[in-house]
């Protein structure tokens, strides 16, 4: 079998799992963006100012919040994956154990849980768009790039979360890793307040932070706004970014799978 | 006759105090659990904290202002703080026995092993409760301090927050240890979670008026959840301004408690003792 063949099986295993659940899930999917634009778009957006708008470059505020959520909701949910069920199937319930005493090697374990995020958040990132589109938030037809792109910032953030994961012994660290790097990043990454609010050397640090890549993309796309100049850095960090978390994976999920 | 209704009085307050007291050897193994997970914890303290920084300092440079009920405005900032010190509290209570108390009860079997011992089921709800409280007890201390030198306290009523938060953690760790004994598996955790929770997060008048905002007959609805008395009460605290409302906001917050303390016996004890 080869690498490809067998990863296919691997998200082949995964979907027989999630189909008794996707209906909840897309429920979800639809909710939460809902519950989030009016909060966060209708209501904080009622205190602003026509004034204070210039800072969100004169666009009303909800326009502004629901791709940066959009960016937001496709890290959350590739981290969230990558950590539990992973160690669930590193340790707790043994499946990776299983599955390496088939044809089946890691490469393709990891290529498979990376098509399988791939699956989870493309589709997650239709529905909110579908949401967004409600909203009549999208401006043009290149809002569709965010799908694609919000893939690549689910997929990023799963391959290096899967190389935390693979060297973790016990759940304690997913606690700090949710606190101390998802939540800021969440928070400071342009999801809710641009950054050009933030003095100059935290400008530079939001630039070297991922999800701040991934939200000016998708921003840029939703409201067709790319710039043609910085949207292929972004578009090369997310990838480099990938690239290092999926041989690192390999690396830390060989050595686990091993001991 | 009076002598007799005195002692059944006292008996019966030194059994409660017995229980209390016996409660705490739960309290007790909970801390020597968490010994290596205080990490776990710890970091709970700064969620409310990195919210207060991103949204009501970074959006706050935007919004600037917010008006209260009673006309008077305060900075985003002081607005929000207040509110994530309730958040806070909610956050911390429901966590812990929400998730926790679900894995001792269904995996763990805990309490089981609990039960083997002189311990019964009102010990281990009041201990699992003050554990709760415990934590939630460091997230408000520590909120309060941060908001403290932040100069976002306006009031020397705002002193009152940590006990008051202390009550918004007991009521929600009462109703979510009423509501962790109906859920079946782990997945269903997204149920109280995503349609409680986090709902109530967002549509409590945490980050902006929702009378000013929202349609009325919402507001009605929220006006029934405890997420948003927590806050209203804690925000009167903090501003200073205190009314009627703040009275009701207490009155409800001490009956919810009382009656998901109720539920979470019972529905333990179901549980527990076939």
Partial sequence: MTVLAASGRVWQRNWLVYRRLWHRSLAFGFLQPVLFLTAMGIGIGALLTPASLEAFGGVPYIDWLGPGLLAAMAMQTATFESTYPIMNKIMWGRNYEAILSTPVGIRSILWGELAWTAFRIGSLAATFLVVLTVFGIPRSPMAMLAIPVATLVGVAFAACLIAFTATQRNDVGFSAIFRFVINPLFLFSGTFFPLTNLPEPLRAVAWATPLFHGVELIRGSILDQLDPLTAPLHLGYLLVMLGIGAFFAELTLTRRMAG | ?274
């Avoid at chain 2, 300092?57 to 917010?66: A, M, S, T, Y």
């Avoid at chain 2, 010990?123 to 976002?152: D, P, Q």
């Fill in chain 2, 1 to 274: 006759m009076a002598a007799l209704t005195q002692t059944a009085s006292t008996g019966a307050l030194a059994t409660a105090w017995t229980r209390i007291w016996r409660s705490r050897r739960l309290v007790e193994r909970n801390i020597m659990v968490y010994r290596h997970q205080w990490i776990i914890i710890l970091s709970g303290v700064f969620e409310p904290i990195f919210y207060l920084l991103g949204i009501g300092l970074g959006l706050g440079r935007i919004i600037q202002e917010v008006p209260l009920p009673n006309g008077q405005v305060v900075a985003y900032a002081a607005y929000v703080a207040p509110a994530l010190v309730a958040t806070a509290a909610m956050n911390g209570a429901v966590f812990e026995t929400i998730f926790n108390v679900f894995f001792k009860l269904n995996y763990a079997k805990t309490y089981e092993g609990v039960l083997a011992t002189p311990m019964g089921i009102t010990e281990i709800a009041i201990g699992e409760m003050l554990w709760a409280l415990m934590r939630a007890a460091l997230y408000a201390v520590a909120m309060f301090v941060i908001m403290f030198f932040m100069g976002l306290i306006l009031s020397p009523l705002g002193i009152l927050m940590i006990p008051v938060s202390l009550l918004v953690a007991a009521a929600f760790a009462a109703a979510g240890l009423a509501g962790t004994s109906y859920l079946r598996t782990v997945n269903d955790f997204d149920v109280p979670m995503g349609l409680i929770v986090m709902p109530m997060f967002l549509f409590s008048g945490t980050f902006f008026p929702i009378e000013a905002v929202l349609p009325d007959w919402l507001v009605t609805i929220i006006q029934v959840t405890p997420l948003y008395h927590g806050i209203n009460l804690i925000r009167g605290l903090s501003t200073g301004i205190v009314g009627v409302g703040q009275v009701w906001d207490l009155l409800y917050l001490v009956v919810f408690f009382a009656i998901c303390m109720w539920l979470a016996m019972r529905q333990m004890e179901r549980k527990l003792i076939k």
